[in-house]
């Protein structure tokens, strides 16, 4: 059956048509995000849900999305999303920062031009009769000094656009390296000095804990007289009331906002004070880029759901499409490994350590390790995935560590996972064959080659004559059938393991005719996802 997607939004149609050349069933309603009760109605018919602003997805939408895998906002902001709710889910959350980038960044450069020559106030003077020539004295950016607050997708445009005006750039990014810096044509400076020498500030960071009134009463007060500021990013980046403060005052020469604390802004301390420009929200609003990003989220939500593939999620590692033909197999590996440790695991886990070797350590790790703790965590609660598994995982306080290393054995690479708990340690090991199967390579340090099946049953022992035929004829007088039988030991004499690939689940009475022998210390059956 074919992935069926809401658009409740209004999109394009040609992003919609995007959909239905893809094979996809979608349904184009969009003006559906504004009634939230009937969303809640329809939602749970969804495997995808492509938005713009106008749709709340709420835990109560979230609640109803039963089938729902993937939400995709044209545009950056997602603040209309609950993500911790939709990654409780298992829901991917995608955006698309990349379609609007220049939009945004020409608009703060705009936004620069009007706040420097007192545009608006010109045009509105103009307009009405009045001929005020000698009131709108503005300056050149021409060789004065911007300062960049997050140079990063947008930052870096705006960055390039000024260096083009023939403005100095100054930029403050923590995750700005100085050789990325030089590249730019940038000098990388810390906040305070930045504050002390710009001529103009314009922020482009998102709105988080740390960047929150990041232009604070106090930092605005470090700011050079005469300063003007562009904000296009986000509100709350400035205490706007200080900053009006600053404005009468003169100390801030001019003000250019298209983002406010609240938003609709019906009132804002920053409202019809001079020379402060204001806009609703437009730093994206141009024909192309809303055209952009609703093709961009059309074709990220249809790679997701037809190939795996994982573009701009926030609450997800992304996956190319190129990679997702690559890692399938070895996505698969890393979930059966930690089935197989979740199933053999009834107390709480500590901690969960990954070794990747070889060419598994070249793979994107992130994904791989999600897929490891989805499969842990599905012995406590089978509706968990990728997404939101390492969400379960930090609220369990389980430790997840890492580790990489370059082709050490027979094998072009293997993935080792070992599970800490109070009483125990853990480990299996796997790897992915040229056919693109994944196997079981050791168990407790025993090497094995062992198939992955969907019925398996695991059995431990002393390594004595007679396990074969125990195994074989309790089978046999069950009527279950072995597709495939691997052992494993230690040493001769010492511990040793068997691992049966069956085609039905092993019945409880088989199991407790093997314990009657005497000759096995431990018997699972275990189960795996291998469609």
Avoid at 309 to 326: D, F, I
Avoid at 345 to 359: H, S
Avoid at 439 to 467: C, S, W
Avoid at 487 to 498: D, F, T, V, Y
Wanted: glycine share 10%; aromatic share 6%; charged share 25%.
């Amino acid at each position: 059956m074919a992935p069926k997607v809401l658009v409740s939004d209004k999109l394009s149609e040609t992003a919609v048509q995007i959909f239905r050349d893809r094979g996809i069933d979608v349904d184009f309603m969009p003006d559906l995000g504004k009634d939230k009760d009937k969303l809640a109605e329809v939602i749970g018919q969804y495997d995808g849900l492509a938005i713009r602003s106008a749709t709340k997805v709420t835990p109560t939408i979230l609640e109803k999305a039963d089938k729902l895998k993937v939400i995709g906002r044209a545009g950056i902001g997602t603040d209309n999303i609950d993500k911790e709710a939709a990654s409780k889910k298992g829901v991917i959350v995608m955006n698309t920062p990349f379609g609007n980038m220049i939009t945004t960044a020409e608009h703060a450069i705009a936004m620069m031009f009007a706040v420097a020559r007192q545009i608006p106030e010109a045009s509105t003077s103009t307009h009405a009769g009045k001929w005020e020539k000698s009131k709108f004295m503005g300056i050149e950016l021409t060789n004065k000094t911007l300062g960049v607050i997050g140079a990063g997708n947008i930052g870096g445009i705006v960055c390039e656009r000024a260096l083009g005006l023939k403005m100095k750039v100054i930029a403050y990014d923590p995750y700005l390296g100085e050789e990325k810096a030089a590249k730019m044509g940038v000098e990388k400076v810390e906040l305070d000095e930045l504050l002390s020498r710009a001529d103009f500030i314009t922020l482009h960071v998102p709105l988080t804990d740390q960047t929150r009134n990041i232009l604070s009463r106090e930092n605005l007060a470090k700011t050079k007289k005469g300063v003007r500021i562009i904000n296009c990013a986000r509100g709350g980046l400035v205490d706007e009331e200080a900053l009006a403060e600053a404005l009468q005052s003169g100390h801030v020469a001019g003000a250019a906002f298209d983002v406010f604390s609240e938003e609709p802004a019906k009132d804002n301390p920053l409202f019809n004070l001079p020379n402060v420009v204001c806009t609703p929200h437009l730093g994206a609003a141009t024909t192309e880029a809303q055209e952009n990003v609703a093709l961009q989220v059309a074709e990220q939500i249809s790679n997701y759901l037809l190939t795996g593939a994982v573009e701009n999620a926030l609450n997800m590692p992304s996956v190319t499409a190129e990679e997702a033909k690559v890692m399938g197999p070895w996505i698969k590996l890393a979930g059966h490994l930690g089935s197989f440790i979740g199933q053999m695991t009834d107390e709480p886990v500590k901690a969960i350590n990954i070794l990747y070797d070889g060419v598994a350590a070249e793979m994107n790790l992130a994904a791989l390790n999600c897929s490891v703790v989805a499969g842990i965590m599905k012995k406590f609660n089978p509706e968990v995935n990728m997404v939101s598994a390492p969400v379960v995982a930090k609220e369990r306080g389980i430790k997840i560590s890492t580790t990489n290393q370059d082709k050490s054995g027979a094998f072009e690479g293997y993935i080792k996972v070992t599970v800490v708990t109070d009483k125990r340690e853990r480990s299996i090991g796997g790897t992915v064959f040229s056919d693109g199967k994944p196997r079981f390579i050791q168990i407790k340090g025993i090497n094995i080659d062992a198939e992955v099946g969907a019925h398996m049953l695991y059995t431990t022992n002393e390594d004595v004559p007679g396990i074969i035929g125990a195994l074989g004829q309790t089978m046999g007088e069950n009527n279950v059938n072995i597709a495939n039988f691997t052992l494993g030991r230690s040493e001769a004499g010492g511990e040793a393991i068997a691992l049966l690939y069956v085609d039905e689940p092993v019945p409880a009475e088989a199991r407790a005719k093997l314990a009657e022998t005497g000759l096995f210390t431990q018997i699972k059956p275990l189960e795996f996802d291998v469609t």
